[in-house]
């Protein structure tokens, strides 16, 4: 019997470990359902993650895009605001100037004989008078530059050297070719002068 017991016994053992193998088995194969069926959740988690980027990239490119046509449209209207500006802000100068073109034509136009020479340059005088006085009030003045002054380089363009008359006149102006002019207190014209060495 005991042969017996002990084959009931290894009978028993081998359906214990078919049993326990069928277990892992099962237990294996839930765990691979199981993983299968986590990886499949993540998979679905991480397409809904890259569904909510790609979101994202495209919503960021349309705001890019909106930025970027309001940056160009500003530019462009602010480019054409200022060349109408530049075009047009001198109109009202050249407007203020016509009265004094139409004085130069009816002095041009007038006959005048050698005996009146005086009045003809009278009027010119007051013609000129008439501009200096318009130029003045666009803030136009003339640089108080004379015969002696230190050559300044920030006021006098020089045109040529000369001797110095005197040893006083050394780096100073000797003559004024053409006056300079400050337009709003900055220097639109340099005045051209020539200088003692």
């Known amino acids: 019997m005991n ?9 028993l053992n081998e359906e214990n470990k078919e049993n326990i193998q069928e277990e892992k088995t099962e237990e294996s194969t839930q ?3 199981n993983s299968t069926a986590e990886s499949a959740e993540e998979q679905t988690e991480e ?10 990239l495209k919503e960021a490119n349309d705001k890019y895009l909106r930025l970027y046509s309001d940056f160009e449209n500003f530019r462009r209207r602010n480019n054409k605001e200022r060349l109408d500006l530049i075009q047009s802000a001198g109109s009202d100068v050249v407007k203020e100037m016509l009265p004094i073109l139409d004085d130069f ?4 136009n007038s006959n005048t004989e050698a005996k009146e020479i005086d009045a003809v340059i009278e009027g010119f005088t007051l013609i000129q008078n008439k501009l200096n006085n318009i130029l003045k009030t666009k803030g136009l003045t003339p640089m108080a530059t004379q015969v002696g002054d230190d050559f ?3 006021k006098h363009e020089a045109i040529t050297n000369i001797p110095a008359p005197s040893p006083e006149l050394k780096g100073k ?10 337009f709003n ?3 639109i ?6 200088v003692g060495q």
């Open 173 to 182: 102006v000797v003559d004024i070719i053409e006056k300079g002019y400050l």
């Open 185 to 187: 207190e900055k220097v």
């Open 47 to 56: 397409l809904s993650e890259e569904d909510k980027l790609k979101e994202q």
């Open 31 to 33: 765990e691979t359902e």
């Open 3 to 11: 042969k017996k017991a002990e084959q009931a016994e290894e009978i």
């Open 189 to 194: 014209r340099y005045a051209k002068v020539v």
């Open 105 to 108: 034509e009816r002095a041009a």
């Open 152 to 154: 300044d380089v920030d």
